[in-house]
């Protein structure tokens, strides 16, 4: 039986969190909750380099030092005698410290929002939840639970949790046992965060034969799966196509990640007949994700065109493996528009039950 999209109720949005981390609050904040901040502005800019990582290092240390001590160091003039406290990061602490919001904190806030059309617009206001993103539990940088807090900062109802499947095991998959500990994991923070909800997931490898990197029993039990190739990205076309045309049929699949595989200026994208796999996403109801990541944005534009024309369902995700990529859906919000999604076929504009409604069938 073919799923259909349900049809759309009233919008209610998940309450914010007074305490999420790493967002911005009204008043004082800990010198912790500063470097928090700053850290989640540099990663929605996709900065990567030494900067950030300062920042990461001066915030682990800050957080393992008792705050009476940091305040006696800033009244002193010494935290930068702390290993990994350099001066920017000192100031941010005496700032915080003295009840203002950093100065260098209001610098990247203007610097590092993400730009958004007015087209594009109407797609982020609908968004209700992000179908993929990481944590800790592999790649990620951040706890599940500052995942979740900052998805209810930005206003979604719900999040999907799709963390590595074992066999990328640069980025940590998780096994049957610890994917086991994770749902456990989740399940308690469900509780501490309700309404809002963690959807359980994975991004599952395709292997190379069309096979995915779990059996069946272990996702069938999962609420959403996304499938993507992150090996032999190079391999012939033909056989690419038919290695993804047997994932999108598998009916645990509920969308296809990243499909050509790109990293723009990096690596090409993948060869693969793409009228096959737009017109399996269609006859399977897989969606096809627009993924939001600036080195990604995929598939490109002649391909999410083309996905359209198939009457595809979509999915806008940010793949996010930090808080502050969790703001990364605007550039798919305006790719959708320049493209001419349906916005009711973006399954992530609806509820969590009918998101799960929707993809529970086969």
Partial sequence: MPRTGPQRLQRTRGTPADDAPGLPKIGRVTPVEALERVVHCLDRAHETG???????????????????????????DTLTKLDG???????????????????????????????????????????????????????????????ARTAIELGHEYMVLTDHSPRLTIAHGLSRERL?????????????????RILTGIEVDILEDGLLDHGHDVLARLDIVVASVHSKLRMDGKEMTERMIRAIADPNVDILGHCTGRMIGRRPESSFDADYVFAACSQFHTAVEINCRPERLDPPRRLLQLAVDYGCYF?????????????????????????????????????????????AVE
Avoid at 50 to 76: C, G, H, S, Y
Avoid at 348 to 353: L, Y
């Fill in 50 to 76: 030494f900067k950030t990582k300062a920042f990461v290092r001066a915030l682990e240390v800050v957080r393992a030092t008792p705050p009476e001590e940091i305040a006696q160091r800033a009244a002193d």
């Fill in 85 to 147: 406290v350099g001066a920017v990061t000192a100031t941010v602490i005496r700032e915080a410290l003295a009840g203002g919001t950093p100065t260098y904190i209001n610098k990247l806030e203007a610097e590092t929002q993400v730009p958004l059309t007015d087209a594009g617009a109407a797609y982020r206001t609908a968004l209700r939840g992000d179908c993929h993103l990481h944590s800790r539990w592999s790649d990620g940088g951040a706890t599940i639970e500052a995942m």
């Fill in 180 to 196: 086991e500990q994770q749902l456990a994991d989740v399940a308690v923070l469900n509780e501490r965060l309700a309404p809002f």
């Fill in 315 to 359: 999915s806008i995700d940010t793949d996010a493996h930090a808080t502050g990529q969790l703001e990364w859906q605007p550039h798919g919000c305006d790719r959708a528009a320049e493209c001419g999604v349906p916005l009711d076929r973006v399954i992530n504009t609806w509820s969590a039950d009918e998101l799960l409604q929707w993809a």
